[in-house]
C-alpha cells in the first residue's frame, strides 16, 4: 500500500518502547541521510551501529558524533558483497546477540538530475536492491521479535520505483498481481532488465525513464518489500518503506528541498512507530516534519 503522510497523524506522539537495548542498525550512514538517521537514533537513546563500505569514512563518522557526546558502534559493511554480508552478521552475533531495527539506506547512484545513463546497472542493481536484500536475509535469525515491541525494518526508498513509472503493461500487471508475485519472479524481472541494457533495448522495452537503473532497483525493493512483509505477517517483524523525497546529499550533487536532517527526523519516527500503530508493507511517501509532535 502507498501511504502519503502529509497531513497524516501516523507519526505524532509516539509512545516511547524503545530502551538503551534496543539495537538499531542503519547502513550507508558515514553521511547524508544515513548518518543523520543514526545521529537521531543515538539522541533519542538506542544502540545504534553506523556502518559503511569505507572503513576510513565510517569512522571518522563515529568521531564526530563521540565529539558531539553520542556514543555508536562501527562496523565496515559492503552491502554489495555477499562475504561482507556474513562478516557483518557474525559481528553482530557476537557483540550484541541480535538487532531490533535494520534500516536499509545503503544505495548508489551514478546519474546527474538532468541525465540518465544505464552504464552502471549492474551495480546499481547489485547494491541497491540485490545488497538490502541478502542483508535482510543474513540478519533475519537475528531479530529479537517480540510482540511487546515488534521488530522492524525500514527500507529507504523512492517514488522513482512505483509501478506508475512502468510502462511494460505487461510487467506492471505481472507486478501488481500479488497472488503469483514471487521474489524468484522479481529476480526474473532484474535479471530481464540487464539484459535489455546489455542488448540496448531497454527504451523500447518499457522500463522508467528517469534514471532507469535506480528505478528498477528501488522497484524491485519495494517488490520484495511487499512479499517480505507478507511472508512475515504475524511473526513479529514489520516491513516498510520511505521515499525521503528530494533531499539535498551527495547523490542528487547538494540539490534538493530538504536537508538530510529533515529526511531523517521522518524516518526515524516512522522506525519507531509503537508496536499498535505499526503497520507491514506499506510505502510511505515523504511527509512535513512540522507536521509532527517532537519523538
Known sequence: MDMDLK??????????WWSKETVAVVTGANKGIGFAL?????????????????????????????????????????????????????WLKRRFGGLDILINNAAVSFNEIDTNSVEHAETVIRTNFYGPKMLIESLLPLFRRSTATTSRILNISSQLGLLNKVRNPALKELLQDEEILTVATVERMVSQFLHHVKMGTWREEGWPTVWTDYSVSKLALNAYSRLLAKQQEGRGLSVNCFCPGFTRTSMTRGRGSRSPEEAAEVGVKLALLPPHQLPTGNFFKWCTPSLYSKL
Open 7 to 16: 497531513g497524516s497523524a501516523i507519526c505524532r506522539s509516539p509512545t516511547r
Open 38 to 90: 543514526v545521529r537521531r537514533l543515538a539522541e533519542l537513546g538506542l544502540t545504534v551501529v553506523l556502518t559503511s563500505r569505507d572503513v576510513g569514512k565510517g569512522k571518522a563518522a563515529v568521531e564526530s558524533l563521540d565529539g558531539q557526546g553520542l556514543r555508536v558502534a562501527f562496523c565496515h559493511l559492503d552491502v554489495a558483497e555477499p562475504s561482507s554480508i556474513v562478516t557483518f552478521a557474525a
